[in-house]
């Protein structure tokens, strides 16, 4: 994409209602004003809310939102070029129980309020190979995390990354908490249902170089904070290296 096809995107996110992009001085060592009011001033009811990290283009985030109209979904990313998609295809189809929020991670606490959250899904995030603590499933993370996330909350993991997964499996299963699903190859088991079947563009550039896509689902129950599981990661490391998409 081109410098000035960047630009013109920025500028209409500007137009977006349901798209917020704060400053960093609003967010760092902050509250930011919609904290604990997605609700009211956002979406204008108290329906369930739903994250999705990393949500690139916003494809998961909108499918899932057509699919339960009775629940919120925000999409959360960095990358304002992308979130430009979903934040147009959710005003031009008049979705109001889509957002979409521009920030990093890192700041999400001073965005979202102790109960605020009901699920999050993090498709197809960054494995962070070598930096364990980046993950988005790190114990710095799920610590995070579990600070806004409602009691019995569910996190969902989808991912091409056999590393991130079976690291994130381990870290579950060593702080006790409770693991509600686990396949590491959901469509040749004839795992995904209907949920699991929605496709973004990156996981369908995956799926045709033959790479098989995991799921898992959990709580935060167990051990808080947790810690680094003890694994022996240099097997996923490895494959994780070969991979098709990394070459």
């Known amino acids: 994409m081109g410098s000035k096809d960047k630009l013109k995107r920025f500028r209409e996110n500007e137009t ?14 902050r509250d930011h004003p919609i904290k604990g009011n997605w609700g009211r001033d956002m979406f204008h009811n108290s329906n369930p809310i739903v994250l999705e990290l990393g949500c690139g283009k916003g494809e998961y985030t909108v499918s899932l939102a057509e699919r339960f109209p009775e629940r919120n979904f925000i999409g959360i990313d960095i990358k304002g070029a992308r979130l430009w998609k ?9 979705m109001p129980n889509v957002a979409f929020l521009r920030t990093r991670i890192e700041f999400i606490e001073s965005l979202f309020a102790p109960g605020e959250v009901a699920e999050i899904w993090i498709t197809f995030a960054d494995p962070q190979e070598k930096k364990a603590r980046k993950r988005l499933t790190s114990p710095g993370f799920l610590t995070r995390y579990a600070r806004f996330l409602a009691p019995g909350g569910i996190i ?12 994130t499996e381990e870290l579950c299963r060593q702080n006790g908490m409770t693991i509600l699903a686990s396949d590491d190859d959901i469509y040749g088991h004839g795992f995904a249902d209907e949920i699991l079947s929605i496709k973004t563009f990156y996981e369908s550039s995956f799926l045709a170089k033959g790479i ?8 935060l129950d167990g051990t ?3 810690a680094e599981p003890d ?12 991979d098709t998409r990394n070459q």
């Open 212 to 219: 098989p896509i995991t799921y898992m689902a959990f709580r």
């Open 86 to 94: 979903g934040a147009k295809y959710a005003t031009e189809h008049t």
């Open 231 to 242: 694994w022996d990661q240099t097997p996923y490391e490895q494959a994780y290296k070969t």
């Open 16 to 29: 977006f209602s349901c798209l917020i992009q704060p400053r960093t001085e609003e967010v760092l060592r």
């Open 156 to 167: 969902h993991l989808k991912t091409d990354s056999r590393l991130l997964h079976f690291y």
């Open 224 to 226: 808080m904070p947790p």
